[in-house]
């Protein structure tokens, strides 16, 4: 008896997010497909393209052991989409993850903190100190 084995691409992957944006990068995040086709996922194919453009082109490729990657060489000021789609031995995934929101590469900024320590009677210096927190200033 012979068993027939239906292969197709996989689905989209998961959740996909960004991690980390700079002025001239962006650092997206994955999780695998709910479904690999009925063959391992060998491969994630990156898309990008700015929100002005019509296609999306490849911007890179990652083995399956590495749901995240870092897109360079972005100018700054410049929003842009993202997709993720995934490749198996039967080929590339129609489905892909997309951002919720398009992306702008903006440079991250330094918000300080200034923190007050009281005198106490053993001390007799006030303390302060500076506290500087990095943020992605995301859609401001």
């Not at 700079?22 to 997206?28: E, Q």
Request: aromatic fraction near 8%; charged fraction near 25%; include cysteine.
């Amino acid at each position: 008896m012979h068993t027939l084995v239906f292969l197709e691409p996989p689905t989209a992957p998961q959740s996909l997010k960004v991690v980390d944006i700079n002025k001239d990068n962006v650092t997206l995040k994955w999780q695998p497909p709910v479904s690999d086709g009925g063959a391992d996922v060998t491969e994630y194919v990156v898309e990008m393209k700015p929100c002005k453009q019509k296609k999306f082109a490849v911007v890179g490729e990652v083995p399956q052991n590495t749901p995240f990657f870092k897109a360079t060489e972005l100018k700054e000021g410049q929003t842009y989409e993202f997709r993720v789609r995934a490749k198996n031995v039967v080929g590339l995934g129609e489905e892909a993850a997309v951002l919720d929101s398009p992306v702008t590469a903006k440079a991250k900024s330094t918000v300080g903190m200034l923190r007050y320590h009281t005198v106490t009677k053993a001390k007799s210096a006030v303390h302060y100190s500076m506290v500087f927190k990095k943020m992605a200033l995301i859609g401001l």
